[in-house]
Structure formats: structure tokens, C-alpha cells
T-cell receptor, first 114, second 115 residues
Framework: DAGVIQSPRHEVTEMGQEVTLRCKPI?????LFWYRQTMMRGLELLIY????????DSGMPEDRFSAKMPNASFSTLKIQPSEPRDSAVYFC????????????FGPGTRLTVL | DQQVKQNSPSLSVQEGRISILNCDYT??????FLWYKKYPAEGPTFLIS?????DKNEDGRFTVFLNKSAKHLSLHIVPSQPGDSAVYFC??????????????FGRGTQLTVWP
């Protein structure tokens, strides 16, 4: 299995631009999670989906952030407009319901907003 | 509000010695606990877990201990190796309630094992 795939691995953009991060979960997994890692806040959950339906988006910082999961094999996290304080590493993870609680993480997208 | 806390941001241990990483939690609904290891430029990877019905789980050099009354768990690495140098995250979940399916993470402890 290829594992969780994220793209791009690195993104550098200017303040005000739209940024879209992409994630392909492990095939067959029905939970998908978006996390953000920063020095100040550690690893924080932004939003998670179960069977493509958003379950909890209380971690989404503000309206500039949105996430979608149009099908079981693809999800996007969009930031519009981006700000320098959004600079962080964004991780996607997936999990199979009914199994252990283990989540499998992608390699992350390092976002830098200038 | 941080429900899972790792109060030591860093730990330095000599190769061959024991590494002990600690984690505290506040939510009594948590009944499953995990440790993840993260190398630079990679995503966290699952290391070991424990259910609340146990107080110890062992996997090779790694052992996790759970003290439910103290709401405390620890990860022991014996013997420590330089390749163990990484950030270690503690995580917890609840199998009941509205938070079913999500993990709560601590902020991580950077372990450095020196020769």
C-alpha cells in the first residue's frame, strides 16, 4: 500500500494568495483527518471526516480555511486568503473504522506564506 | 485546553541507557492511548499503544505503562539507540461519546540519544 499521499510537499506563496493542499487517504479507510503542526501549538486537529462527511470542524481557525472530501479517495484543505501566520506543516491522516484507533499520517505539506 | 500534556519538551539520554517519556491526561473518558514517533520532514508514525484495561504493553525495546488513577502514562525505551532520536507524541482517544474517532495529541517530546 502506498500510504497516505499528500501534495505538494512544499508550498511557498505570498500573503493573500489561495492555497490548496491535497490528500489521498489509504484505500479503504473511512476516516480522514487534517492536522496542523506549529512550534507554539504542537499538533492540532483542524477537521475530520467519516465516510466523506465532516464530523468536527471546530479546529478550523477561521473562515479562511475550508476542507472538502468529494469522494473516499480525495480531500482538499483550502486557505483563502493566506496569511503569514498560516505558515506551518499540514498533515493528513486516515484510519479504518472498527480497527484500532491508529491513524496513519502522510508526509505533510510545509506551507510558507511570505 | 490541552487534554493531553507532555511537560518535557526535550530529553537527552546516552546510548544504551533507558529513555523515559511521560504523558499526563485530564479526560477520564480516554480509554486508549498511543505513542507516535516523528522524524524531521516525515509524518508521525505509530509506535505502540495500550488499552485502559491493561497497565503495561511491551513491544521489543518499547514498553508503555499506564496508571489510570494518576491519569499518567509513560514510554520506556531500553536500551536507547541513536536512531531513536525523534519527537515522540502521546495521544489518547475515547471509545464513547461525541469524540469517537479522533485522537488528542500532546505537544511532543524531542528525544536525543547521544553516543
Amino acid at each position: 500500500d502506498a500510504g497516505v499521499i499528500q501534495s505538494p510537499r512544499h508550498e511557498v506563496t505570498e500573503m493573500g494568495q489561495e492555497v490548496t493542499l491535497r490528500c489521498k487517504p489509504i484505500s479503504g479507510h473511512d476516516y480522514l483527518f487534517w492536522y496542523r503542526q506549529t512550534m507554539m501549538r504542537g499538533l492540532e486537529l483542524l477537521i475530520y471526516f467519516n465516510n466523506n462527511v465532516p464530523i468536527d470542524d471546530s479546529g478550523m481557525p477561521e473562515d479562511r480555511f475550508s476542507a472538502k472530501m468529494p469522494n473516499a479517495s480525495f480531500s482538499t484543505l483550502k486557505i483563502q486568503p493566506s496569511e503569514p501566520r498560516d505558515s506551518a506543516v499540514y498533515f493528513c491522516a486516515s484510519r479504518l473504522a472498527g480497527s484500532t484507533d491508529t491513524q496513519y499520517f502522510g508526509p505533510g505539506t510545509r506551507l510558507t506564506v511570505l | 485546553d490541552q487534554q493531553v500534556k507532555q511537560n518535557s519538551p526535550s530529553l537527552s539520554v546516552q546510548e544504551g541507557r533507558i529513555s523515559i517519556l511521560n504523558c499526563d491526561y485530564t479526560n477520564s473518558m480516554f480509554d486508549y492511548f498511543l505513542w507516535y514517533k516523528k522524524y524531521p520532514a516525515e509524518g508521525p508514525t505509530f509506535l505502540i499503544s495500550i488499552s485502559s484495561i491493561k497497565d503495561k504493553n511491551e513491544d521489543g525495546r518499547f514498553t508503555v505503562f499506564l496508571n489510570k488513577s494518576a491519569k499518567h502514562l509513560s514510554l520506556h525505551i531500553v536500551p536507547s539507540q541513536p536512531g531513536d532520536s525523534a519527537v515522540y507524541f502521546c495521544a489518547a482517544s475515547a471509545h464513547r461519546g461525541s469524540t469517537l474517532g479522533r485522537l488528542y495529541f500532546g505537544r511532543g517530546t524531542q528525544l536525543t540519544v547521544w553516543p
